[in-house]
């Protein structure tokens, strides 16, 4: 696609219960990160892709949250055993490296709701 | 923690009036963003600054950096009732790709 594509756009779950957020980036972006943001709030860093080095994870709030980037493209963001504090709009975004722009372009969010 | 704080959180003025919002941040930066948020989408990039620049126009948008008090600003000139968002700055941490963002200014522009 053309941009950066989020799924689900909504998603309601039990606390308790496992969720997997996905980020499918832009063709040819090598860098790919994962946001979280708090009605009304900024954007808190979770996670950062970039090709095959190790990620930076120092965002990520516990050992529940967790993250992978299959084939260098999709990535998929993992919440278990989720809490209502975990409640928030997850947004992905991805970069371009060559030549690197510095632009961010952004998904449009997957909007989790815990109950 | 955030690397950037913007100030005002909020600005409320009129259509045609101009409306200026700050950035500051904590670590040496190459570059600085602004970033621009409707309300429940995703963010739209508007204009980047290198640290080497101290002033860049993209149409209404005027931005200036002033590294040695590690801050910016963005100005938008003739403000319309469409510019009405959540405005963000963001900067890379410490010399890596990893972008920190402000807390950001939410902008109402009255018609």
């Known amino acids: 696609g053309a941009g950066v594509s989020q799924s689900p756009s909504n998603k309601v779950t039990e606390k308790g219960k496992d969720v997997e957020l996905r980020c499918d980036p832009i063709s040819g972006h090598t860098a790919l990160y994962w946001y979280r943001q708090s009605l009304g709030q900024g954007l808190e860093f979770l996670i950062y892709?970039?090709?095959?080095?190790?990620?930076?994870k120092s965002g990520l709030p516990s050992d529940r949250f967790s993250a992978e980037r299959t084939g260098g493209s999709v990535s998929t963001l993992t919440i278990q055993r989720t809490q209502q504090e975990d409640s928030a709009v997850y947004l992905c975004a991805s970069r371009y490296t060559a030549p690197n722009t510095g632009e961010l372009f952004f998904g449009e969010g997957s909007r989790l709701t815990v109950l | 923690s955030q690397q950037g704080e913007e100030d005002p959180q909020a600005l409320s003025i009129q259509e045609g009036e101009n409306a200026t919002m700050n950035c500051s941040y904590k670590t040496s930066i190459n570059n600085l963003q602004w970033y621009r948020q409707n309300s429940g989408r995703g963010l739209v990039h508007l204009i980047l600054?290198?640290?080497?620049?101290r002033e860049k126009h993209s149409g209404r948008l005027r931005v200036t950096l002033d590294t040695s008090k590690k801050s910016s600003s963005l100005l938008i000139t003739a403000s319309r009732a469409a510019d009405t968002a959540s405005y963000f700055c963001?900067?890379?941490?410490?010399?890596?790709?990893?972008?920190?963002f402000g807390t950001g200014t939410r902008l109402k522009v009255l018609a």
């Open positions: 600054i290198r640290s080497n620049e």
């Open positions: 892709f970039q090709g095959n080095s190790a990620p930076d």
């Open positions: 963001a900067t890379p941490f410490s010399g890596t790709y990893k972008y920190i």
